[in-house]
């Protein structure tokens, strides 16, 4: 016989298996906790530079978003249909055409959003404008690890200048970051100029983004894929052999750059992106920057808007892709009707530099903590001598929770241990009538005796 009420019919709400999407997560406290850390160090760091929060919208209008990417990117872009009731008047084929129905989409990055409200809002900016942002973004990729559908950008970027001096001062910042978070990195730099310079001096100024799509997969592929697609995109061989030695260049920076000077000497945008980086490297290495930093020809940073000095930065003990990037562009404001703005960026991964920091066990102790003090319920009267004690020490700053319901020690330690909490504050008869409570150490286990007035100290 069916249970009253059902009729036989299986709930199929109740049935379903809760689910999320594949490249999303889920975050427990703990996991937010460090990620907090993390958030809280690149802020901290940002601030410290002159740079101010700002937030834009999750959804952008496609027209927006699309053609800034490039084709790879503009197919990642996911779109957001109009609401359910919208299609309600179109005919069957109305509903059919995508560009009807769907005028919106999530944002891919930080940088083209940014764009946009510079030029919505250029009248109430002062130029140069600093502002960091940090918030989630999608893309419609391949899950797999390290590589997500949702995942936060921690951006800051500089537009109004066209000052190599923003370049040094992101140089910095990475170094500044990385430092904080006690992550080892190296960071790689290039120059589209240099890269248009390269296209020129092989005969194919015409595939410049065909060229750069495909040497930017160079780690990934190896070289002969990576030769192999440029000739599925159109270049001859012979450009393709006159390719593999510049991209093989060795020696340190300046030697590199003292090599590409012969091969770049007919192009013009190739001399002026070495003497880019020149300037960049020469401030960096005046200021005695504690931070690897390398010109690798190869790094192409496949987004179309980019027209300078490009970033990456790898982690040097953990294997993982890039864990932050960006770079110069000069004019993509243009296309929101502001010409002429350029600015400048770079965008550290929070979801990798957390898997960084959580493979290589960086996060320090502390961070895993939410509360710091637990005071015991041990009955009525207990609960009205500690609460008064709970109260001061919130006030001073200090997170404290008392166990919500008066029952055995065993139980409410076992509470303290489960959560990480470093101090529990005893309350029990014989501390009313001392008037000092136990405070234990749940780490090392030691415990003493420590008046009321005293208890903030204690635990500080």
């Not at 192409?300 to 993982?320: C, H, M, S, W």
């Not at 404001?333 to 530099?353: C, E, L, Q, Y």
């Not at 939410?370 to 109260?391: D, H, K, M």
């Amino acid at each position: 016989m069916a249970p009253a009420g059902t009729d036989g019919i299986k709930n199929p709400i109740m049935a379903q298996k809760p689910s999320i999407p594949k490249g999303t997560r889920d975050f427990s406290p703990a996991e937010m906790m460090r990620r907090q850390y993390i958030f809280d160090t690149v802020k901290r760091v940002f601030r410290s530079y002159g740079f101010a929060p700002l937030e834009t919208p999750s959804m952008e209008n496609l027209s927006t978003l699309l053609g800034k990417y490039g084709d790879e990117g503009d197919k990642l872009l996911f779109k957001i249909l109009n609401s359910g009731d919208y299609a309600a008047g179109l005919s069957d084929e109305e509903v059919r055409q995508a560009s009807k129905i769907c005028e919106k989409g999530l944002r891919y990055d930080l940088t083209v959003p940014f764009a946009r409200y510079v030029v919505q809002h250029q009248g109430e900016l002062t130029f140069p404008f600093k502002r960091y942002q940090i918030q989630p973004v999608w893309r419609a990729d391949r899950p797999q690890k390290g590589r997500y559908r949702e995942f936060y950008q921690c951006d800051v970027d500089v537009i109004g200048t066209r000052s190599l001096l923003c370049e040094v001062e992101l140089v910095e910042i990475v170094e500044r970051v990385f430092k904080a978070l006690g992550i080892r990195v190296a960071l790689k730099m290039n120059n589209r100029k240099i890269l248009y310079g390269i296209a020129e001096a092989i005969g194919h100024a015409d595939k410049m983004m065909d060229i750069t799509v495909a040497i930017d997969k160079l780690e990934k592929i190896g070289l002969d894929n990576v030769k192999a697609e440029l000739l599925e995109r159109g270049l001859t061989q012979e450009a393709v052999d006159r390719l593999q030695p510049i991209l093989e260049l060795s020696g340190d920076n300046r030697q590199k750059l003292n090599q590409l000077r012969e091969v770049l000497s007919s192009s013009e945008t190739g001399l002026k992106g070495i003497e880019e980086m020149e300037t960049i490297f020469g401030h960096v290495e005046r200021l005695g920057i504690d931070l690897k930093v390398e010109l690798d020809l190869s790094l192409a940073r496949g987004l179309n808007y980019y027209t300078g000095a490009i970033f990456e930065v790898k982690a040097l003990d953990f294997a993982i892709g890039s864990i932050c990037g960006g770079g110069r562009y000069d004019d993509l404001t243009g296309i929101f009707g502001m010409p002429n703005m350029s600015g400048v960026g770079i965008s550290f991964g929070a979801d990798r530099i957390y898997d960084v920091m959580t493979g290589l066990n960086l996060f320090p102790e502390e961070v895993n903590c939410t509360t710091r003090v637990l005071f015991t319920n041990l009955g009525e009267a207990e609960q009205a001598a500690v609460l008064p004690l709970l109260r001061g020490v919130r006030g001073e700053g200090i997170a404290a929770e008392i166990y919500p319901e008066a029952g055995k020690m065993k139980k409410q330690m076992e509470y303290a241990n489960r959560r990480g909490i470093p101090y529990v504050v005893i309350v029990g008869s014989q501390e009313l009538e001392s008037g000092a409570a136990t405070v234990k150490d749940m780490r090392s286990g030691e415990q003493r005796q420590v008046p009321f007035n005293a208890i903030v100290e204690a635990v500080r």
